[in-house]
């Protein structure tokens, strides 16, 4: 992914895509003291694009440093990297990190970088063909109490169980793996939440132990709206044998049917597909009205 055309954001310039390098000694990559947003641009335009921005300030105050741009810096420096690459649907990557300053477990001296790159990323599957559903075995790993880890940090050293889960996911022919928390509760996926359809309901794990999506929440709002349901609460593994839908939500994800989960069968169904068109609205009528600020404002 290093060797092509384009430009990258690292520390205030732009840089050929292929010159982006940090040292090899850099504590980000020794001591997983990084984070990282994703994202994704849809007719040019960054959904919820200062969540993100305020969600990657709290990941790295959650690890004990400062990035040295504000949100609004951020912002800015995003849609200019859009622009400059010529990118209108793709996926934004902005990630900060300790530098090579000083090289041991402490880092108090080291300087905080930060980096932002995007790629196309086109148009996603018709609602039709998403509603096949993806295959989902159990994960291997758990997610941690948040006594053992900043779990509340989108944090790279904790995206490792999800690598490990994931390869093994699809080295075993799944699309991707569910991962219980240390408690043995239904947690997330390996990049993205989880929710359930029981009797016309939806219920999502309480984001205790696990990244609170942008996504979900948005879906939760959007579910309520078209008079769902919406519940909150602590779902162990069997209740999947009394659940009819399971869709999961990311920004990479957006709404994805669930048909399969270890030995549980599901059907994608009326709610997931409300909440699949709902989503590809709602995406849509933000850079609508985008477009429309751009319009008035030239
Ligand atoms: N959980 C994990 C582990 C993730 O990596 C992601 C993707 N960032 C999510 C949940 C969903 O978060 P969001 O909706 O903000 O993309």
Redesign the pocket.
């Known amino acids: 992914f290093d060797d092509r055309d384009g430009l990258i954001w690292l520390d205030g310039q732009f840089v050929p895509w292929r010159e982006a390098k940090l040292h090899v000694l850099s504590h980000g990559l020794h001591y997983a003291s990084a984070v990282f947003e ?1 994202e994704r641009a849809y007719n040019g335009t960054v959904f919820k694009m200062t969540e993100h921005h305020e969600r990657l300030h709290e990941s790295a105050r959650i690890l004990g440093f400062t990035i040295p741009w504000s949100v609004e810096q951020i912002d800015r420096a995003t849609d200019e990297l859009l622009a400059a690459n010529n990118i209108v649907d793709g996926y934004v990557r902005p990630i900060a990190w300790r530098g090579s300053e000083m090289m041991g477990v402490s880092a108090q001296k080291n300087a905080i970088h930060l980096a932002i790159a995007t790629w196309e990323w086109p148009a996603y599957y018709s609602p039709e063909a998403r509603m096949q559903g993806i295959r989902m075995m159990f994960a291997p790993y758990r997610r941690p109490d948040p006594k053992t880890a900043p779990v509340h940090s ?1 944090a790279a050293g904790l995206y490792m169980i ?1 690598t490990l889960s994931k390869h093994a996911a699809e080295n075993q022919g799944y699309n991707d793996a569910l991962m219980l928390d240390w408690r043995g509760q239904i947690a ?6 989880v929710f359930l359809v029981q009797d016309g309901k939806i219920h999502t794990p309480t984001p205790d132990c ?2 609170n ?4 929440r948005t879906v939760m709002e959007l579910a309520r709206e078209h008079g769902y349901e919406v519940i909150e609460r602590s779902i162990l593994p069997e209740e999947l044998g009394h659940t009819q839908e399971v869709f999961i ?4 994800a957006e709404v994805t049917p669930v048909r399969e989960i270890g030995e549980y069968r599901f059907t994608p169904g009326e709610v997931t597909l409300n909440l699949v068109e709902a989503y590809d609205a709602m995406v849509k009528r933000s850079h609508k009205k985008a477009a429309a600020a751009a319009t008035s404002a030239a």
């Open positions: 994703g989108k999800c997330e996926a390996t990049g993205a939440n696990f990244l999506g942008i996504t979900r939500t990311g920004t990479a």
